[in-house]
């Protein structure tokens, strides 16, 4: 039943503020900027439910969500599949920048000239960008520092194509699209931007298609986008007649390094049109932290903050410390003991504590586990397993395997038995015969796969069985139905990543149900970088490592790695703990260059310290 916008309200009695009601309502181009835990995205999922529900965005018009990190995408439509019926749901499309980008160029791949179209099976870029560094060695231009790399770098994705005729660019762009006998073509993300604005810009059917598919578009955490991001949105959509939402707060802008436009905000206001509406609600953190949120604002910005707390909390709630070690042995055994009393007395669960550091898990954390695991407590670097956990494939196979393993299972059932109608094209079908022929044949392929599954004795033995589940939905049908495996050997890597931890924990627990548990991080604490833990929000959050070292670069960079402090404290729902070691395996560290940064806990008045 459609429900007219003006009667519309938010589901599951959740109370929106005036603003966010406002915003969520407004079917012009909007920004919505407001500070950590005020809903921001918890707002794109109710106005996504809007206007599904009242058919704003008018069936089969579709609302576009554009975020930056996968797991993001994925809570976002988690977060809207739960309220929408399967109709309604699946007029919504969560995606990454980059998988965004993606799906233009592998759908629209032929529509370029062909000095510019890459091998349709090229690779992404490695994390070091390896390949990038070979071709501009070709050209004999040899990126052996990190500045030339960061120069040469940018200067590749400098320009819009087509590149100078002749340039060293050119030559470059030619080796990566195409590659050579010892080397398969390779593109990076930003290449790939380049190459999506390329076909927008010169195939106007195109984009057309693209502008009347979607008549929404959400921007997540909008604050960190790249000028080239904000090119291709434009390019999209521009004086047309999709309306945006974009979400962000300045004091979060953690991306500079990797490109992040800094007069964002301004830009999109004037280009698009758009209005501003600010929330003042803050619906994470408890009264107590927020202070110390409050205090770092006015060191970031001149406008005060005063979030006001979610009425759940009392006045007194909120325990923030600064614990002082004079050794990191110290530190990780008071840390260890502080998450089994969090977890033993006050009810706290494992993966609702987060151990962040500035950088390097394994460098600051590796004791950290050690003692935990003396204690029988589970902690791992999430970073790997943050996006493993959040592709469609891996659901499909953990969910066949749980199916198989545990017929009362009705959440998996249900998973595979949705795509395997969707797979074999059946959802329209009415015939019951037919569904119970298709269920009859799920359920003997289960207990098959059980057979194996109880037999095997390697990890080739389930990687074999891992390539007959997939060729069980047809790994054709799983392309075509998941856009971001139609191209190369992405879906390989992930089930091969999946193989090997799904078997290595196996062997730690001998028990595959065990095993999947322990890989789905169901009963562990999450290790992780500010960076990935942007967006996310724990109980409880350990910030260990506050000294120098961590914040090498904080007399180059004050205030960009003041907003990453600012992200990293403003996870914490309740219980916020800092710590510092003198001496850190064999040597020593200060706080001296960040006593800054210190002096905005001290000024907060929350935040008690402690020689332990
Ligand atoms: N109106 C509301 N009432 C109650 N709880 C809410 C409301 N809006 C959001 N929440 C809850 O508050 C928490 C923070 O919300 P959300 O993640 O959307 O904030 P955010 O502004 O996107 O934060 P960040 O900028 O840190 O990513 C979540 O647990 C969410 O479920």
Aim: neutral net charge; contains cysteine.
């Amino acid at each position: 039943m459609v429900v007219s916008l003006k009667e519309w309200q938010p589901t599951d009695g959740l109370v929106l503020e005036d603003e966010a009601l406002k915003a969520v309502k407004d079917l012009k181009n909007s920004l919505v900027v407001a500070g950590p835990g005020a809903g921001k995205t918890e707002l794109l999922a109710q106005k996504a439910c809007c206007l599904l529900e009242t058919n704003s965005c008018n069936n089969p018009k579709r609302i576009l969500a554009i975020s930056f990190k996968k797991d993001a995408a994925s809570n976002l439509k988690e977060r809207v599949s739960l309220r929408l019926s399967n109709q309604l749901e699946n007029r919504f499309t969560s995606q990454t920048f980059d998988s965004f980008a993606k799906s233009i160029l592998d759908r629209f791949l032929s529509a370029l000239p062909e000095e510019y179209r890459p091998n349709k099976d090229y690779e992404i870029v490695d994390k070091q960008q390896n390949e990038i560094v070979k071709a501009f060695a070709k050209y004999n231009v040899f990126l052996n520092n990190k500045h030339l790399k960061k120069y040469y770098f940018n200067y590749l994705i400098s320009e819009k194509l087509p590149v100078e005729k002749g340039s060293l660019n050119e030559n470059v762009w030619k080796f990566l699209l195409r590659g050579d006998e010892n080397n398969k073509a390779t593109l990076s993300f930003p290449m790939i931007t380049l190459l999506a604005i390329y076909i927008l810009e010169n195939n106007p059917l195109i984009l057309m298609s693209l502008r009347e598919t979607y008549s929404h578009l959400f921007l997540d955490e909008f604050q960190d986008t790249t000028g080239l991001q904000y090119e291709l949105v434009s390019v999209c959509f521009i004086n047309t007649n999709t309306s945006i939402t974009a979400v962000g707060d300045n004091r979060q802008r953690i991306m500079i390094w990797a490109g992040a436009k800094r007069d964002i905000f301004e830009s999109y206001k004037h280009d698009f049109k758009s209005i501003e509406y600010t929330l003042k609600m803050n619906h994470r953190s408890a009264p107590r932290l927020l202070e110390i949120q409050k205090i770092v604002n006015n060191y970031l910005q001149d406008s005060p903050f005063t979030p006001i707390p979610n009425p759940k909390w009392s006045k007194n709630d909120g325990i923030a410390e600064i614990w002082y070690f004079s050794d990191s042995k110290n530190e990780a055994k008071m840390i260890a003991l502080k998450i089994k009393d969090l977890i033993q007395n006050y009810n706290v669960c494992a993966n609702d504590i987060c151990i962040i550091v500035k950088q390097t898990v394994d460098k600051y954390a590796k004791s950290i586990v050690e003692e935990l695991r003396i204690l029988n407590i589970n902690a791992r670097n999430e970073t790997v397993f943050q996006d493993l956990l959040k592709e469609d494939v891996v659901h499909l196979i953990i969910n066949t395997l749980k199916s198989a393993l545990d017929t009362s299972n009705s959440n998996s059932w249900l998973s595979i038995w949705n795509s395997k109608i969707f797979f074999e094209g059946m959802q329209g079908t009415k015939n019951e015969y037919i569904f119970d022929k298709l269920r009859e044949e799920v359920k003997q392929s289960l207990k098959i796969i059980l057979g194996k599954l109880s037999s095997v004795t390697s990890v080739d033995e389930l990687r074999m069985l891992f390539i007959e589940i997939i060729n069980f939905y047809d790994l054709n049908k799983i392309r075509k139905y998941y856009p971001q495996y139609s191209q190369g050997t992405y879906i390989n890597k992930l089930r091969e990543n999946l193989e090997e931890y799904l078997y290595q924990y196996f062997q730690e627990t001998n028990d595959w149900l065990l095993a999947i548990s322990v890989f789905e991080g169901k009963d562990s604490i999450p290790i992780m970088t500010i960076h990935k833990s942007k967006g996310l929000e724990y109980e409880s959050v350990f910030f260990i490592g506050f000294d120098d070292k961590a914040f090498w670069s904080f007399s180059e960079q004050e205030q960009e790695d003041t907003c990453t402090f600012f992200v990293g404290l403003s996870r914490a729902k309740r219980y916020l703990y800092f710590t510092f070691s003198e001496k850190r395996q064999w040597t020593y560290c200060s706080n001296k260059n960040i006593s800054i940064l210190y002096q905005m806990l001290s000024e907060s008045k929350v935040v008690e310290e402690l020689n332990l």
